[in-house]
């Protein structure tokens, strides 16, 4: 990473003290091309894939390899591990908006639609993607580790490093009310429950995302009262399903599959760290995504 950090500077300073504006709008996209893989380097594609048993061995570009090794029946009520899933997951269609829906679209601004300098995309800045954005991979976000505690199953996910509660314990029920008097506050990941569906599917529900975050990145909202189903389902010891479900009403016309994901059991059950760090990311806003689009936040 210290090496990366160094030549993206070096790229900055030849970019800034030798040429002109123009000149630098004129082969901003190779500029674009050249920044990108410095940046996004330790983010885009997993490392080591020569190495047996890493977790970077088990992909072809962004998909997972073919692998018909079963590796023994699959554990009756058990995720624990470190998995690694499709880098871009299997998008499904989104039913129409509401008219509330359709205006808070509007707002947001997604990289596919807008491009990267003028995206809104609360991403862009490294703020937490909520849930279920952080389930819908991008680049290497989609390792994913389960921790059984006696009360609950802790789920780690490889992007920034962090974690969330499942409560198992059938004592915990989905909060109903969020930013009220009477309510509770709405967090980032939200207030999550589970049970087991069979012996082999684990299903979580979370309500509560802060609505500041996007469903995904093509800028779909939702409200704080959404609740999203996972559903994991563990075909054999080394396979494992995904379907992300949405239900909100305010928003949407009716409830609807979001994504779906096929995951890999990892051999050497080593995750890579995954940060999205602000200053870098804003670095690279700056020099590369904002000027290639026209972008002066500092008019004369």
Not at 217 to 238: F, I, L, M, Q, S
């Amino acid at each position: 990473m210290a090496g990366m950090r160094e030549m993206r500077k070096a790229l900055t300073r030849q970019v800034r003290s030798k040429m002109t504006r123009r000149a630098r709008l004129e082969i901003l996209p190779s500029i674009i091309a050249m920044a990108a893989v410095l940046a996004f380097s330790s983010m885009a594609m997993p490392q080591d894939q020569t190495k047996p048993g890493s977790k970077g061995s088990l992909y072809n570009g962004n998909r997972l390899k073919t692998d018909p090794t079963p590796g023994g029946p699959a554990p009756v009520h058990d995720m624990n591990g470190s998995w690694a899933g499709n880098l871009v997951p299997t998008r499904l269609p989104v039913p129409p908006l509401t008219p509330l829906g359709q205006k808070l679209a509007s707002l947001n601004h997604s990289e596919p639609e807008a491009g990267t300098g003028k995206s809104n995309d609360p991403g862009n800045t490294c703020d937490p993607l909520g849930t279920p954005r952080n389930l819908e991979g991008s680049g290497s976000l989609a390792g994913i580790s389960f921790a059984s505690m006696p009360d609950r199953i802790a789920v780690l996910h490889e992007y920034q490093r962090i974690w969330r509660y499942v409560w198992m314990d059938g004592k915990h029920e989905l909060p109903k009310k969020f930013d009220t008097k009477d309510g509770l506050p709405s967090r980032w990941y939200g207030y999550s429950v589970g049970h087991w569906d069979g012996d082999n599917t684990l299903v979580i529900d979370t309500t509560g995302v802060s609505d500041q975050t996007w469903l995904d990145k093509n800028g779909h909202p939702h409200t704080v009262n959404a609740v999203v189903e996972e559903r994991y389902t563990r075909t054999d010891h080394n396979h494992m399903q995904m379907t992300v479900t949405v239900d909100d009403p305010t928003l949407y016309t009716k409830p609807f599959a979001l994504s779906k994901n096929q995951y890999r059991w990892i051999p050497d059950q080593e995750e890579e760290e995954q940060i999205c760090v602000p200053s870098e990311m804003l670095h690279y806003m700056d020099l590369v995504s904002k000027p290639s689009f026209g972008v002066d936040e500092h008019p004369k």
